[in-house]
């Protein structure tokens, strides 16, 4: 069959823009067009005309379907890019976000040492971890998360991305890190509060792990009293935490190592791109 590469990418964004922005459901056509059918932005702008098949035709509208239920269109192409790379994703996973990605720029802009070590928790996908150990010059990176599954897809990415990080299934709120210190330690864990749910797209709600995103609003600031706790013990001298944070808690958080300001000093919010509060950067 032949195909208008224009027409189709009218006919398909539009298809879509009852569930996104404008802007959100062009750039979406145009990763589920290039996916599927292997059309890239210049074929649409020339309006190419493109022989395929019926059956990658067909698997684009089921794609296409899948969109308008508000399934993200990482977990529908398997992959999802964050920092020049490329990460494999699943449902077991988080989807990298731009935040995040502030956050690991932050990092390897202010360590420009050799020989880091570098612990992330809750890595999911990794993309943190692997980011740090290729951005770093012979950086030593341990990674850790309570999900099995996660651990997974984050070791795929090492080996993929040829990666030498060491992955961990440890239970940050139940178990004890390994006898070892870090130069660094980062972390973005879940600090979504539950009654903050309402306000969240139905794309991240029903599809993205809620243990990875969601914490209980009588403690929504656990994983950080946790990771402050951790770090008086696997911290080096003079090394760092740099963490991810809920804006609505930015205070609160800065509080927790505010606290303890003999052991932690120089606490720093920051604020992201956007001027949210977003995360909190603390020199032991």
């Not at 794609?63 to 508000?70: D, F, G, Q, S």
């Not at 897809?153 to 210190?181: C, T």
Request: contains cysteine.
């Amino acid at each position: 069959m032949e195909i208008n590469c224009n027409i189709i990418f009218d006919k398909i964004s539009k298809e879509i823009s009852n569930c996104y922005y404008k802007k959100e459901a062009e750039a979406i056509t145009k990763i589920l067009l290039k996916e599927f059918l292997h059309i890239n932005i210049e074929d649409i702008i020339i309006n190419k005309k493109f022989k395929t098949t019926q059956d990658k035709y067909t698997n684009l509208l089921n794609a296409v379907n899948r969109i308008k239920k508000y399934e993200p269109i990482q977990y529908i192409v398997g992959k999802a890019d964050f920092f020049n790379f490329q990460f494999i994703v699943n449902k077991n996973t988080l989807i990298p976000r731009s935040e995040t990605e502030e956050l690991v720029n932050l990092i390897v802009k202010e360590n420009n040492k050799e020989n880091l070590k570098i612990l992330d928790i809750g890595t999911g996908t990794g993309c943190i971890a692997i980011t740090l150990n290729k951005s770093i010059k012979n950086s030593e990176v341990d990674a850790i998360d309570i999900s099995e599954e996660a651990l997974k897809i984050a070791k795929q990415n090492s080996k993929y991305l040829n990666s030498n990080v060491k992955f961990h299934k440890i239970d940050i709120l139940n178990q004890q890190l390994p006898k070892k210190k870090w130069d660094i330690i980062v972390s973005n864990p879940p600090y979504v509060k539950i009654s903050e749910s309402k306000y969240m797209k139905q794309n991240v709600l029903n599809y993205e792990p809620k243990d990875a995103i969601f914490v209980s609003d009588k403690d929504p600031l656990i994983f950080y009293k946790r990771i402050a706790e951790l770090s008086k013990h696997h911290l080096s001298a003079n090394g760092k935490i740099y963490l991810e944070i809920n804006e609505n808690l930015g205070k609160e958080t800065y509080e927790i190592f505010q606290s303890n300001s003999k052991i932690f000093q120089n606490i720093r919010l920051i604020k992201d791109l956007n001027n949210k509060d977003r995360f909190i950067k603390i020199t032991f």
